[in-house]
Every structure is written in C-alpha cells, then in structure tokens.
C-alpha cells in the first residue's frame, strides 16, 4: 500500500498570501494524484487531478505540480472560502487507492 | 447534475452488519466509464478508501476490509450498495458514495453519519 503524508499540518496564513501544501509518496506514483478540498460538514471536492490539471469549475489560484513522489499545490492568492483541509490521493497502485492525512489551512 | 444520496441506518450494534444505499439521480449506473464508489471518514480524521464496483459489475475492495465488505448494484433502482459485516466501534464514520473517473472522485454524496454503539 501506498502511504501519503502530507505537510505542514496545519498552516496558517492570511487572506491573500500564498500557500503551499506538500505531499509525498512512500513510492512512485507517477502523476496519478489529486488534490481534494474539504470543508465542515461537507464531502470533499476534487481541485487537482494526474497532478496539474485542474478540475471543472475549479479557480486558476489552485494548481499542482510534482511527479513521481513529491507534490505541491500552491494558492496563489487565499480568499475566506478557501481556509479547509486539503487532502492529496493516489491512484497509480490500486487497491487501495490511498488519502494523505491532511493539511488544514487557517486563518492566521 | 449528477446527484449521489447516501441512505441507511445511522445506529448499528456491535458484531452486525452496516448496510447503506446510494442513489444515483442525472445519470445512469450503467454508464460506462466510471466506478461507483464508497469513503468513509472516522469523525475528526482523514479518509479512507472501501472499494468500488464498475458499471461491467466487477468489484475492488481496500485489502483492509475486504474480508467484511460487500459493494453491489440494483440497475432497476439505478442505485448501489455496501453491506459491512462484524461492525466493531472502529467502524463508526462519516461514509460517502463517489462516482470515479479514472479513480479520481468529481462527485460525491453528501455524506451519513454511521455510529457503531449497543
């Protein structure tokens, strides 16, 4: 199985500012991983897919980067509807396809 | 708009067997292309992946809880179902259903709160 771990737990910024979140692979998974936005009380909406492209409806502030077994997704810019937790998965060695722990973004 | 409605008991006891329902509406189960899906969410914690069922009817099961899981299809009712056998307090989570696509999760439900709990 495939261990995603993901940094920093939590990071708080302001809005505005830029984030970077992490999140690496115990082994290669190529590009075969999304990035996930969840909010309280709701289910999680996919924001990245294959590493870099953005899902439908998903804003030009969020993208990914990375391959093999470090990846990044950076907001450009945070505005108040993005403070969440944001969870990386993989699908390159499945089953099971595996979630990363998370990294929650707070208001600083 | 695809629509997915998680359905079931939210009580379960000790050592039974957990069975939801999700209904699919704006779309049809037997699309090909796309897997039918079930997460669950420990409350407070991360997500983890159950298995899924392909529109063809073969079926993929985390090797965690393969031994207790059971995901099936109702295409009359255009619906799908997980059955967990020998609850533990472990058990107790959020669980959604997902249509995948390529393994990836574009839609979800809204999510049931199962407790495990005599």
């Known amino acids: 199985e495939i261990v995603l771990t993901q940094s920093p737990a939590t990071l708080s910024l302001s809005p505005g500012e830029r984030a970077t979140l992490s999140c690496r692979a115990s082994?290669?998974?190529?590009?075969?991983l999304a990035w996930y936005q969840q909010k309280p009380g709701q289910a999680p909406r996919l924001l990245i897919y294959?590493?870099?492209n953005r899902a439908t409806g998903i804003p030009a502030r969020f993208s990914g980067s990375g391959s093999g077994t470090d990846f990044t997704l950076t907001i450009s810019s945070l505005e108040p509807e993005d403070f969440a937790v944001y969870y990386c998965?993989?699908?390159?060695?499945?089953?099971?396809?595996?979630f990363g722990p998370g990294t929650k973004v707070d208001i600083k | 708009q695809l629509q997915l409605q998680e359905s079931g008991s939210g009580l379960v006891k000790p050592s039974q067997t957990l069975s939801l329902t999700c209904a699919v509406s704006?779309?049809?189960?037997?699309?090909?292309?796309?897997?039918w899906s079930w997460i669950r969410q420990p409350p407070g914690k991360g997500l983890e992946w159950i298995g899924y069922?392909?529109?063809?009817?073969?079926?993929y099961y985390n090797p965690s809880l393969k031994s207790r899981v059971t995901i099936s299809v109702d295409r009359s009712k255009n619906q799908f179902s997980l059955k967990l056998s020998s609850v533990t307090a472990a058990d107790t989570a959020v669980y959604y259903c997902?249509?995948?696509?390529?393994?990836?999760?574009?839609?979800w439900g809204q999510g049931t709160l199962v407790t495990v709990s005599s």
């Open positions: 997902a249509r995948g696509q390529g393994s990836y999760y574009p839609y």
């Open positions: 704006g779309g049809s189960i037997s699309s090909g292309g796309y897997s």
């Open positions: 069922i392909y529109h063809s009817g073969s079926t």
């Open positions: 082994q290669s998974v190529s590009s075969y």
């Open positions: 294959d590493a870099s």
């Open positions: 998965q993989q699908r390159s060695n499945w089953p099971p396809v595996t």
